[in-house]
């Protein structure tokens, strides 16, 4: 018995008219989500990384060559304010590991492109993130993943 059975026993003894079922389901999805982002900022921890940070380089690293992205393509890749963008981009610009460089199809606004440091960082940190992603699901069968995923998946589509 984990600690969302004892709840859902509470709620069944002092409220057996009500069919919390899906109370149980979405209080393990909320407790395996809070698991994972523990676990997953420690491991951007040891690279100097939040998961903001992580999430704009890795944005970057993934769109191929020549890792480059204007502002509105990361706010609507990474679904963030373009305030909260600005301050992503100034914050890794002052570490160095993005830059602002002229676009080359508008001379009026620039594209975010990875620095040779940050292209460094964000491959060593998606390696090991890659890693503890691996650790955090080995409890889990191949098939099980596969099961697990492909209802995950049905889910959030209906959320979305």
Not at 38 to 65: I, P, V, W, Y
Not at 112 to 126: H, M, R, S, Y
Not at 130 to 135: F, G
Request: a positive charge; hydrophobic letters at 40%.
């Amino acid at each position: 018995m984990d600690k969302v059975d004892k709840i859902i026993q509470q709620w069944n003894t002092q409220r057996p008219d009500l069919d919390v079922s899906s109370m149980a389901l979405i209080g393990r999805v909320k407790r395996v989500g809070a698991h994972l982002t523990n676990e997953m900022a420690k491991t951007f921890a040891q690279h100097q990384l939040n998961s903001a940070s992580f999430d704009m380089l890795a944005t970057l690293r993934r769109s191929g060559e020549p890792y480059a992205l204007s502002p509105n393509e990361l706010i609507q890749t990474m679904m963030v304010t373009s305030g909260t963008m600005t301050n992503r981009i100034d914050q890794l610009v002052k570490r160095g590991l993005v830059e602002r460089i002229a676009n080359p199809n508008d001379g009026r606004s620039f594209i975010i492109a990875l620095t040779a440091a940050g292209f460094k960082l964000i491959d060593e940190a998606v390696t090991a993130h890659v890693a503890t992603q691996k650790k955090l699901t080995s409890s889990l069968s191949d098939s099980e993943r596969q099961r697990l995923n492909t209802l995950l998946t049905k889910f959030l589509a209906e959320l979305e």
